[in-house]
């Protein structure tokens, strides 16, 4: 998905900014972890840094600790955040609250702080269109995340590669059960 949101954005950035697929390596195993930079073309001043968040990054540990030290840098900063938040099994990150929704998208603007946008959506929502803030006065990009999260779905061919008849994990509620069901026998995927 990060890939998908840095080509999206590119050409909607251009000249006067790059993006920047940057990755972030945890002490203790080593893994990494690939997140957004956007960047004056001039100066390579970061303006925005956008997050995916992982299990890595949301569950109880090291990958936690560290990622919230990371965060609390740039908040602390002039650098705009966003942050989306697609993993439902996973508690959401404490900026965003205890509102009751399965997945969340934050933007925090510098000059706003301590205020935030908070976009909260559930699984029978579409996922809103949100900007990404640059300087003050500038226009703007916009992501389009269903439609991009969609096109990967069908690129990556994972109609084919997900076993439908398997419950997902975690459970979902009656009505969204009721909903996925229907929704994948229309596809003809159950």
């Known amino acids: 998905m990060i890939t998908a949101i840095?080509?999206?954005?590119?050409?909607?950035?251009?000249?006067?900014y790059?993006?920047?697929?940057?990755?972030?390596?945890?002490?203790?195993?080593?893994?990494?972890?690939?997140y957004l930079e956007i960047r004056v073309v001039e100066t390579e001043e970061v303006i925005t840094i956008i997050e995916v968040l992982s299990p890595?990054?949301?569950?109880?540990g090291v990958g936690r600790l560290q990622y919230e030290t990371k965060r609390l840098q740039i908040l602390g900063n002039a650098t705009h955040l966003v942050e989306i938040d697609l993993l439902r099994q996973v508690n959401p990150r404490p900026m965003?609250?205890?509102?009751?929704?399965?997945?969340?998208?934050?933007?925090?603007?510098?000059?706003?702080?301590?205020n935030a946008k908070l976009y909260g959506f559930n699984l029978?929502?579409?996922?809103?269109e949100f900007l990404v803030p640059l300087r003050d006065g500038e226009a703007e990009p916009r992501i389009?995340?269903?439609?991009?999260l969609s096109e990967i779905y069908d690129q990556g061919g994972y109609?084919?590669?997900?076993?439908?008849?398997?419950?997902?994990?975690?459970?979902?509620?009656?009505?969204?059960?009721?909903?996925?069901?229907?929704?994948?026998?229309?596809?003809?995927?159950?």
């Open 124 to 128: 029978q929502d579409q996922i809103p």
């Open 56 to 60: 890595k990054n949301k569950q109880v």
């Open 159 to 190: 109609d084919l590669r997900i076993n439908y008849r398997r419950p997902p994990i975690p459970n979902l509620s009656e009505s969204d059960t009721a909903w996925v069901n229907e929704l994948l026998h229309q596809q003809g995927l159950k």
């Open 96 to 114: 965003l609250g205890k509102i009751p929704t399965h997945y969340r998208i934050v933007i925090s603007q510098s000059e706003t702080r301590p």
């Open 6 to 16: 840095a080509n999206d954005l590119a050409p909607q950035i251009r000249p006067k």
């Open 144 to 148: 389009k995340l269903n439609l991009l």
């Open 18 to 34: 790059i993006v920047a697929i940057e990755e972030r390596v945890y002490e203790v195993n080593g893994d990494t972890e690939g």
